[in-house]
């Protein structure tokens, strides 16, 4: 079992900044790939960035790219996730999720990964 807890989210001015973390319990923490999502109300769930279960990889929704950025540090069982110049419209609430995978492919579809955390609101105003 793995239990992720995210952290970091909160109330920001477009054009802002802020990091989550994803904090996971498990003891081959490495072993995972991590993948953030996020869910806006209304609509449906979708992909924001993943990572390898070494670091090796990384891949980002198109509309991500140039402004997030996600890393992994192993020996702090934990993920962040840097989101840079926020657009209202990234307000959302924002999971992480686990999947344990060793191989450098990042997965996209939700229903792949087995371990969700409970969500952090993002809200940026504009």
């Known amino acids: 079992q793995v239990q992720l807890v995210e952290s970091g989210g909160g109330l920001v001015q477009a054009g802002g900044s802020l990091r989550l973390s994803c904090v996971a319990s498990?003891?081959?923490?490495?072993?995972?790939?991590i993948t953030w999502f996020r869910q806006a109300p209304g609509k449906e769930r979708e992909f924001v960035a993943g990572?390898?279960?070494?670091?090796?990889?990384?891949y980002y929704a198109d509309s991500m790219k140039g402004r997030f950025t996600i890393s992994r540090d192993n020996a702090k069982n934990t993920v962040y996730l840097q989101m840079n110049s926020l657009k209202p419209e990234d307000t959302a609430v924002y999971y992480c999720a686990a999947r344990e995978q060793t191989s450098e492919r990042i997965v996209v579809p939700s229903d792949m990964y087995h371990y969700w955390g409970q969500g952090t609101q993002v809200t940026v105003s504009s």
């Open positions: 498990a003891r081959t923490f490495s072993r995972y790939a």
């Open positions: 990572i390898s279960w070494r670091g090796g990889s990384t």
